[in-house]
């Protein structure tokens, strides 16, 4: 395959730059099994789900994971920490004019030095002279994703956030889950549909454009994620009593289906830098919400692997046609796997 069988022409006008005035105010897609587009909004949610269903949410916590300092030499540097690795330490990508050698110090604005310790591939791992989080709570900025142009505000600072964030260490929001408010998930509960959760904390790496031509030359950046037992066992149970589960977001699915490569759905923590093409055969998730992604992108290559290039293709038309908004701040779709499609044998 090649990545240029999965771009498209979108006027820039429907990229959303901000969310809509309420969470859950946004229109919903649902793209059925056959790939029939229905035009309904968020709040249709709970009719479109069963009392025997299970979502699952990704409770990862965005930090304000953006920086500015200066080098030693004085000139300036911007971080966007890509992930904590302990309570002192991360790795983040680093623009500068010259990039900082290891051995020298970045300072930031209220004179926190950070120390320069490696380079790792195309990012750099640095010491904080104090916990990390607390650094990035003090200094740091909200990183909002490049197509996004205003700076972030304290509505972003609540809104890129959903409202069931638990555990920090994300760079980038599960934007599934930015439509989901405290009166939506006591609808599902109040008729039957269940959640659970993953913990899978995004990286810098879902705003990396795909570089090369060909698909399968694509290398993704390693992601870190936690399954809890209950989840698993909530899981089994929904498969029990002839239920789907539905992933709440790409992140949630990544997870999942990550952890069900090597067998049954194990709990625990783990590593994954799983490229989802089509041809990938799912294992857990038979049902996914998901926001539009962008062209050649890894997540349009994912949404295309759990319906197929075609049906994706032919919903991402009528979406521009009828001007749903995309990308982080835009509307969700509800994307039902065609029958047979990539099963398990």
Do not use: W
Not at 11 to 21: C, E, S, V, W, Y
Not at 161 to 176: I, L
Not at 205 to 229: L, N
């Amino acid at each position: 395959m090649r990545v240029a069988d999965f771009d498209f022409d979108l006027p820039p006008d429907l990229i959303a730059q901000f969310p809509p005035a309420t969470r859950g105010a946004s229109r919903l897609l649902h793209i059925d099994p056959a790939g029939a587009c229905h035009d309904r909004q968020f709040a249709d949610l709970p009719d479109l789900l069963r009392p025997d269903d299970l979502l699952v949410l990704n409770d990862t916590r965005v930090i304000k994971a953006r920086l500015f300092g200066q080098k030693d030499s004085g000139g300036k540097v911007e971080l966007l920490v890509e992930r904590v690795t302990d309570e002192f330490e991360a790795l983040a990508f680093i623009r500068a004019s010259h990039a900082p050698k290891p051995g020298s110090r970045i300072v930031l604005a209220d004179s926190t030095a950070l120390d320069v310790l490696a380079r790792q591939a195309d990012l750099t791992r640095l010491r904080f002279p104090r916990p990390v989080l607390d650094v990035l709570d003090a200094l740091g900025r909200l990183p909002l994703p490049p197509y996004i142009e205003h700076d972030p505000t304290v509505d972003d600072d609540a809104r890129y956030q959903t409202v069931y964030a638990n555990e920090p260490g994300a760079v980038a929001a599960p934007t599934a889950g930015l439509h989901f408010d405290d009166a939506m998930l006591a609808r599902l509960a109040a008729q039957g549909t269940r959640t659970a959760r993953v913990t899978l904390h995004v990286g810098a790496g879902t705003f990396q454009p795909v570089r090369v031509d060909e698909v399968a030359d694509h290398k993704m950046h390693s992601e870190r994620y936690t399954i809890p037992q209950a989840t698993v066992d909530a899981i089994a149970e929904t498969r029990a009593r002839g239920g789907r589960v539905v992933a709440v977001g790409t992140t949630s699915l990544r997870a999942l289906e990550s952890a069900a490569q090597a067998g049954p759905l194990r709990a625990g923590s783990d590593e994954t830098d799983i490229f989802i093409t089509p041809g990938f055969t799912f294992r857990v998730v038979d049902a996914l919400i998901t926001n539009f992604h962008l062209p050649k992108s890894t997540l349009l290559m994912l949404v295309s692997a759990f319906s197929s290039l075609d049906i994706i293709h032919a919903a991402y038309a009528h979406a521009i046609q009828n001007r749903y908004r995309f990308f982080s701040y835009g509307d969700a779709t509800f994307l039902e796997r065609p029958a047979n499609l990539n099963r398990p044998t």
